[in-house]
Nanobody, 124 residues
Framework: QVQLVESGGGLVQPGGSLNLSCVGS????????VAWFRQAPGKEREGIAL????????YYIDSVKGRFSISRNNVENTVFLAMNDLKPEDTAVYYC?????????????????WGHGTQVTVGS
């Protein structure tokens, strides 16, 4: 049974940091493209970062580039999202998702497997 489980969300002040984790079971992240998405209240789900299969090449959208870093631990079958210099506009539920293709796509429809999300709230 395939399962993606996110953790690490919480409440943080502006300028603070959080580290999200996504643990996969029933599949192998090394052979898949894994992405982080987020969805703020009243907004569509948007892809923000991905790590490609095999090479692990990262890709970020402009609004998080330089602040967020995606990485993968093949032994633990876990993908991480280190988030620094957080802003109130980063507040959202964060999801990890995986697809079988080596891709730079951040379209929701391109991903086959999803976690249930973890809440990130940036505020004082």
């Amino acid at each position: 049974q395939v399962q993606l489980v996110e953790s690490g969300g919480g409440l943080v002040q502006p300028g603070g940091s959080l580290n999200l984790s996504c643990v996969g079971s029933g599949l192998t992240f090394e052979y898949m493209t894994v992405a982080w998405f987020r969805q703020a209240p009243g907004k569509e789900r948007e892809g923000i970062a991905l790590i490609k299969s095999y090479t692990g090449g990262p890709y970020y959208i402009d609004s998080v580039k330089g602040r967020f870093s995606i990485s993968r631990n093949n032994v633990e079958n876990t993908v991480f999202l280190a988030m620094n210099d957080l802003k109130p506009e980063d507040t959202a539920v964060y999801y990890c998702a995986a697809q079988w293709h080596s891709s730079t796509s951040l379209y929701v429809w391109a991903y086959d497997y999803w976690g249930h999300g973890t809440q990130v709230t940036v505020g004082s």
